[in-house]
């Protein structure tokens, strides 16, 4: 079997975890994995993250932290406590101590495999804080499952923090170190986006995974849908009589093509197979929230109101996403402060999970 090492560990961390009930209509939670705080990269969003976080609170949701949220390959964890147990563990602390905190592990803080070392290291900036290395979340015979997505890596994974001894000092030093990481390897990343698909849809599943750093909706990454949206665009313009609806169009059309092209660049030509290489219907089984870490932003994941949404946060001065606004509706993380008035909040992709499970289930 193709990727069996993995389709065994995700199957062990899905049967192991325990189901936690969930009511998609009245619950709310957001996803975020991937912050590798005291990166340089996590410190050029960390004002916006935390604004994230207070945005979150403010409105409701729990919080689910899904791996990697420590970057422990590089730093000790007492330095990291020191930087941000003031303004990072403090905003995670109010969700916790309200019973709206969730974390799981990565490879990345494999360290809190062991809930001792999760005590001793973790409980006096987030006292009781338990760490798990999957959820599972039930509603009507359907099943969410959150984990890191490491899981089955020989370095990743079953070497534990001996791995992270052989990148340090071995594989770093001679310049292979990103072998391993999805997240820096386009052969690797595509790999494990097709185990973690195969894997979802063979037990029928709805699978939310980190690790890769590539935001994926409904098994699709960003060019695959542009794509999509265009296809749409350009059967909306044949069928539409209206001479300004239709020029209209024509320049969406233009526009998305361009955003096509970008991402298509981006990913990278090798990294070009529709929808995870699947000949037949896709399934959308598997999503992915992203990091914390992109240039321009963070995006994660939101669970509400019936739907599931991949969301991007972003600070609207930047270069980059200067015009952001015009591709989709954008909002303001927390009207009225003074401090967050740059920064937005905009619904890249969003759909009904009962659509969502209704496709699995169908296509499974």
């Not at 993250?49 to 979150?56: G, H, T, V």
């Not at 001679?174 to 698909?197: Q, V």
């Not at 699978?207 to 695959?224: D, N, Q, V, Y």
């Not at 980059?320 to 992709?349: H, V």
Request: proline share 3%.
């Amino acid at each position: 079997m193709k990727g069996k090492s993995k389709f065994k560990s995700l199957s062990r961390v899905f049967d192991e975890s325990d189901p936690i009930s969930f009511d998609p209509k009245r619950e709310r939670y957001v996803v975020f994995s991937d912050c590798h705080i005291g990166m340089p990269e996590f410190d050029e969003n960390k004002g916006l993250y935390l604004k994230a976080l207070d945005y979150y609170y403010q409105e409701g949701f729990k919080l689910i932290i899904s791996g990697d949220n420590e970057e422990l390959h590089r730093y000790g964890i007492e330095k990291l406590k020191d930087k941000y147990k003031k303004d990072v563990y403090a905003k995670e602390c109010k969700f916790l101590q309200e019973n709206r905190h969730y974390r799981i592990f990565g490879n990345h803080d494999i360290d809190w495999k062991k809930q001792r070392r999760v005590e001793r290291n973790l409980h006096d900036v987030l006292p009781g804080l338990k760490i798990v290395e999957g959820l599972k979340f039930a509603w009507n015979g359907n099943f969410i499952f959150f984990a890191h997505g490491h899981q089955g890596d020989l370095i990743n994974d079953k070497l534990g923090k001996f791995g992270r001894v052989i990148l340090r000092w071995i594989a770093r030093p001679l310049g292979i170190s990103s072998g391993t990481s999805p997240a820096k390897n386009y052969i690797k990343r595509r790999k494990d986006e097709t185990e973690y698909y195969d894997w979802a849809k063979s037990r029928r599943v709805l699978f939310i995974a980190g690790h890769t750093h590539r935001p994926m909706f409904e098994s699709l990454t960003k060019a695959e849908r542009i794509r999509i949206d265009i296809e749409n665009a350009v059967r909306e313009y044949i069928s539409e009589k209206d001479p300004k609806k239709r020029e209209k169009l024509k320049v969406k059309i233009k526009a998305k093509k361009e955003q096509f092209e970008r991402a298509r660049k981006k990913e990278g030509a090798k990294d070009q197979r529709l929808r995870l290489g699947q000949a037949e219907l896709f399934t959308p089984c598997y999503f992915n929230d992203g990091s914390c870490l992109h240039k321009n932003g963070i995006t994660c994941i939101e669970l509400c109101e019936g739907k599931i949404k991949l969301v991007f946060l972003y600070d609207k001065t930047e270069e980059a996403n200067i015009d952001k606004e015009l591709r989709a509706p954008t909002f303001k993380l927390l009207p009225g402060d003074s401090d967050a008035k740059n920064y937005r909040r905009q619904t890249l992709e969003e759909e009904k999970l009962e659509y969502i499970f209704t496709r699995i289930q169908l296509l499974g």
